[in-house]
């Protein structure tokens, strides 16, 4: 017995609601504002290589991740990516059916440490790893410099 | 450099008259190298000279310590400790202590440091006696912590060399869906009172430092530490809490017993998920707001990725994941705390919907409310509890990186580097044939088989081959999970790393019921943080010596 | 218990906002611990993350969004969090993976963005309070405090203006802290008795600002510094001390913080400390507020019970006086990004016993100070003592 | 060396850089919502509250009546003993007078808030609460005040049951 007494009608339990929420700014950081200036202007994808291993970096990161220095080099990825993974997704983000599935994928590039999680424009059927794939960017008009300005990637 | 370090005086150099060269036996429960005194071994003594060289023979051999002398400020900075306990060998004259004011101490005496002090706890015992060899004073400082009398009379301490730390408590909640019942204080309490019942301990007395596991986000506070001491009994008492898994929170609790500064420690967790409304968006405000959190989607379908991309690399398929949920959810049924138990079969694993192909809703641990809480204890307290203590062999723990894009998809390093940190520790040279029995993370199916080919336990792709062939069953060659697992007891978010450690430490007592696998000695337990993280620990129980 | 001493600090300005994402905040922060204390990455076997809560930067299980920024990727890494305690007891855990044997090189760094969160981190801190008995009444966090210096003020009878020149203090402290949000060399008492009044009785120059930032300490073993000749900045850790008081703050008295004192005595003991006063040559407490310096000051019985305010009148407090405090202009001028006040407070520490405060250089030779942090809902404190 | 150091990092940013874009920034709300479990004690505090009345647990261990009610005694980590009821007067132990409201903006009206430890618990023990009938000038630490309820119909069992703590009037003691 946890307590000398417990209450056994259930209806007598009450629940109390609310909420943790707050409405956010997040800056793009000294590495992302270089990419996201660079995806809106020229629609270019740029990673980040560090002096130190040479490692290149993709998304672009101020540090490299194993020698934990700066990463001072801009490096443009190239124009093709391959699928490593695929994942068919048939709810939204709360739970809920979507109307027609939403193909994910990881999306690796060559020479480059990292790649992109998002969405691959391609048929259900037809997603499947080893696909070469770009990314599809909105018109520059609406770039706002933002991951967003990336639609997804298709063949 | 332009700017000079200003010269400081030599350290050591004190007010009053020369130092005369002499030695301190400073007694210290930790780890301490045998010393011989007078041709005669004393345990867990370090004879250390001022400037913190330790001597293993004391220069004086054969000579003679007419009083053990302290000196110090004032008399009631001390308690008498009775120097007997130090061995035959300390002070002609039977063990009176001298302070420098001349007052002489009877033997076992104890008084209260000052007057208004009522609060005997005291986590320190770092005894430091100068001893004066008659000749001339000496102007070292020398200090005796008042200790609890349970503990000063047990000056004997711990073996010299490594302390052990064991688990010799375990409490757990039965783990339910929902639990209106009880708020969060209310669960915690429960889970609590269990295990220092099962420890045989009382926590406003005994227990020296308390650690909670717990994510602001997940309870629904801004600061969720300042709601965790009440009901573990840890008001006015050294608390923190990590934000981390069950592991990690044994860890801490390991190094602070190590360092010396505790004994006795009190690790929690808790889960309260019936509380929360929105699961998915909690763990979706966890992804990287620039790179990943924009683009929205349901956070599961990382796992979906990862599942894909780990079946393609080690050659398992999605019948050995469908072969997990069933022995999970069966092997359930056998454990009372098991909140989602159920005759499932592998057929009905894999024909559940595949909302985030290739992952299956049934592939997914469901959520559940319960507490787990572990006591844990150096050696020598370890060896007064009601329970037999299970010893942490070793304990690893490791991030891989937050990022998605960055990390391995295929073979969980997180898990491989805190294994390599654990078998290090506990000189473990081959993982598959050291451990009757495994309690590994499975919060998803197929991070079963991953986790156990990342720790060594299967050969890579070999792991589905082991459950289609039921060595991982309660009677096959290396059970695993027979708890039932987060798959079959309940997805208890940061409590799941504890969970897998209680049921363990259950196995080894022989106390875990119709589940039990008899003669287990040895086990391995592996936690992950669940998504979207790439960190978990990994540690390694044994009863016996 | 192994000898454990801090061996490099780094730190970011502090600014009520900065552009770095929080993974780079504490990248820079790390980096510059670890040039100063000449380590390298891979000498890092543990790294311990100090930052308070996820709703400022935003996101949910922030010590795992932050662990590659500082330097924990395929590391052992861990997060501690205990409120605005963390600046001080993430060092706490670091000191205890070294002492223990586990690591001989541990690296703690702390961050805080809190400028994610709009339109001001006040709207987070509305949840930090028990969602039944407090949060319907939408409290304000400046209420608590303006609620504890109240009580504190009344019960020991100190006039405003004592606890108005911690703010003087600090704030002309701070000028020379590089990292100052707030400093200000010649703000006068006038200046903060008449700024305008935010909660009676806290006016707008007691509090101090919300900030982002980041800071790192590396620590090091006795053989480590033996062996890599670093004795020259290395400051040892004596003591460390941390106690947490009861949830329910409505049911005790706020004028006296008892789980300071608990902490303070529990690192003194280690420390070998029986008579603070004397034996401590300056001090770092938790200044969120300007008497907050005062009170933790008591807790750390460092001041008589209400008599740190006339300490403070009298100029003992100064940098120049008998017991400096806040040399490094504490929250009140430097900032207050809450986790990371890591390097005003145990950074700081290190820094002059080291000699290498430059400006805020302590006059006369200092060989012990302790610092303190202080959290929850006037709950938490974490105490560490250094010493050459 | 903070002396030697020379550059200390970190890019300072102006409120408008962020809101009018000139920096590249996401804009984000978490879904993070919750109904709280209240459990054993605070369910029936709430359904007390909506009667009328405040209701405490006491503990025999430590010879406490503790409010607000709690099922365990964080002394003496024991199971509380009984359920009694506490009057709704109580004194000010400390208070506010507070000219922010919860987001820090500037409101010209100040709220009078505090804490009252309430007559029947143990000393010091009380709530939070807003003041009423009382100018900024009147309230004072130490001040015996009453609880003023809100009608049957409105109370829903909530702490804001409880309109405002008002001075107590004569008799009323």
Known sequence: MTFLERTTDVRRFRHWPGHIEADYIYTSGIAGETFFRELRENGRILGARCPQCGTQWLPPKLFCETCFRETTDWVEAPATGQVEAVSVVHVDAKGKPLDSPEVWALIRFAGFKGGFVHRLLVDPRKARAGLRVHPIVKPRSERVGAITDIVGFGP | ?545 | MRKVAVVGAGMTLFRRRLQETGKELSFEAARMALDQAGVEINDVEAVIHGTAPDAFDGVHMKGEYLADGSGGARKRYMRVFTGGGTGVFSAIAGWWHVASGLADVALVVNEEKMSSCQPHPQSVFAYIWDPILDRPLKPNLVWIFAMEMNRYMTVHKIPYEDIARVAVKNKRNAAGHPCAQLADANITLDDVVNSEMMAWPVRRLDISPPSDGAAAVVLASEDVVRKRKMKEHAAWIKGVGWCIDSTMWTDRDLYFPEYVARAAKMAYRQAKIDDPRKQIDFAEPYDPFDYKELHHLEGLGLADKGKAGLMTREGVTERDGDLPVCPSGGLMGVGNPIAATLGIKIGELYWQLTGQSGKRQIPNEVRTGVCQAWGDLMQFGSVMVMGT | ?173
């Not at chain 2, 130090?86 to 209260?112: I, W």
């Not at chain 2, 295990?195 to 005994?206: F, H, L, V």
Request: contains cysteine.
């Open chain 4, 1 to 173: 060396m903070t002396s030697r150091i020379t550059k200390w990092p970190g890019v300072e940013l102006g409120r408008k850089e962020i809101e009018t874009g000139k920096v590249t920034s996401v804009r984000y709300r978490p879904d993070a919502k919750f109904a709280w479990s209240a459990g054993e004690a605070m369910s029936r505090f709430l359904a007390e509250l909506q009667e009328g009345r405040m209701i405490a647990r006491t503990c025999n261990g430590c010879a406490r009546i503790l409010f607000p009610p709690r099922m365990f005694c964080e002394e003496c980590f024991r199971p509380t003993d009984a359920w009694v009821y506490v009057r709704d007067t109580g004194t000010i132990e400390t208070y506010s007078i507070s000219y922010l409201d919860t987001d820090a903006r500037r409101i010209t009206e100040p709220i009078l808030v505090g804490v009252v430890s309430v007559d029947g618990a143990s000393p010091k023990m009380g709530v939070m609460h807003y003041f009423g009938e009382m100018t900024k000038d009147e309230v004072r630490i130490g001040m015996r005040v009453k609880a003023k309820w809100k009608p049957r119909e409105e109370r829903v069992g909530s702490v804001l049951d409880i309109e405002y703590f008002r001075p107590l009037r004569e008799g009323e003691g």
């Open chain 2, 1 to 545: 450099m332009e700017e000079v370090i200003p010269s400081r005086q030599p350290v050591g150099a004190m007010k009053g008259p020369r130092f005369v060269p002499d030695c301190s036996i400073q007694l210290m429960p930790w780890r301490a190298s045998p010393v011989r005194v007078l041709g005669r071994d004393v345990p867990n003594v370090e004879v250390v000279s001022d400037t913190g060289e330790a001597f293993r023979e004391l220069p004086m051999k054969g000579a003679n310590f007419p009083a053990l002398r302290v000196r110090g400020r004032s008399v009631e900075d001390y308690m008498q400790v009775s120097v007997p306990k130090l061995g035959r060998g300390f002070g002609k004259r039977g063990g009176t202590v001298e302070v420098d004011s001349g007052e002489v101490f009877p033997k076992d005496c104890a008084k209260p440091r000052h007057e208004g002090d009522t609060d005997w706890r005291d986590p320190l015992r770092d005894f430091r006696f100068f001893l004066d060899h008659g000749s001339g004073c000496n102007a070292g400082q020398t200090f005796i912590p008042i200790a609890r009398f349970r503990r000063a009379a047990g000056l004997a301490g711990v073996e010299s060399g490594e302390m052990k730390v064991g688990i010799v408590g375990v409490g757990i909640t039965p783990f339910r869906p929902t639990t209106p019942e009880f708020s969060w204080k209310e669960l915690t309490y429960d889970g609590a009172q269990r295990a220092y019942a099962d420890a045989g301990i009382d926590p406003r007395e005994d227990v020296d430092t308390f650690i909670t596991c717990a994510e602001d986000y997940y309870e629904g506070f801004g600061i969720f530490d300042e709601f965790t001491p009440d009901q573990l009994g840890a008001v006015m008492r050294p608390m923190h809490t990590v934000g981390g898994d069950g592991i990690a929170g044994l860890a801490n609790a390991f190094m602070i017993i190590q360092s010396g500064i505790a004994d006795i420690a009190v690790v929690e967790s808790h889960s309260k998920a019936s509380d929360i409304l929105t699961y998915e968006g909690i763990v979706a405000h966890g992804l990287d707001p620039i790179w990943n959190k924009p683009l929205g989607g349901h956070p599961n379908l990382i796992a979906g990725l990862e599942m894909d991309a780990y079946l393609r690399a080690s050659g398992n398929t999605a019948k050995d994941c469908a072969a997990v949920v069933a022995k999970n959810r069966q092997a359930a049924l056998h454990n009372p705390i098991a909140g989602h138990a159920a005759r499932v079969t592998p057929e009905q694993a894999e024909g559940s919907p595949a909302l985030w192909a290739p992952l299956r809703t049934l592939d997914v641990a469901p959520l559940a409310d319960g507490c787990v809480v572990l006591v844990v204890a150096g050696e020598k307290a370890a060896r007064k509890a009601r329970t037999t203590p299970v010893w942490i062999r070793g304990i690893g723990w490791a991030t891989e990186t937050p990022s998605l894009e960055t990390r391995d998809w295929t073979t969980s390093p997180a898990t491989r580097i805190a294994a390599s940190m654990a078998y290090d520790m506990a000189k473990v040279r081959n993982p598959a044939e050291a451990f009757d029995i495994a309690e590994i993370d499975d919060r998803f199916s197929y991070k079963e088989l991953q986790h156990l080919e990342a720790l060594g336990l299967a050969r890579k792709g070999q792991a589905g081959k082991m459950v289609r062939r039921g060595d991982l069953a309660a009677g096959g060659k290396f059970p695993t999970n027979v708890s039932g697992g987060s798959l079959g007891c309940g997805n208890v978010l940061e409590a799941c790393g504890l969970h897998r450690l209680a049921e363990a430490v259950l196995q080894l007592r022989g106390d875990a019921g119709s589940h039990q696998v008899d003669g287990a000695r040895n086990a391995i337990v592996q936690s992950w943080r669940g998504l979207p993280a790439a960190s978990g620990g990994v540690a390694i129980l044994g009863v016996g010596k």
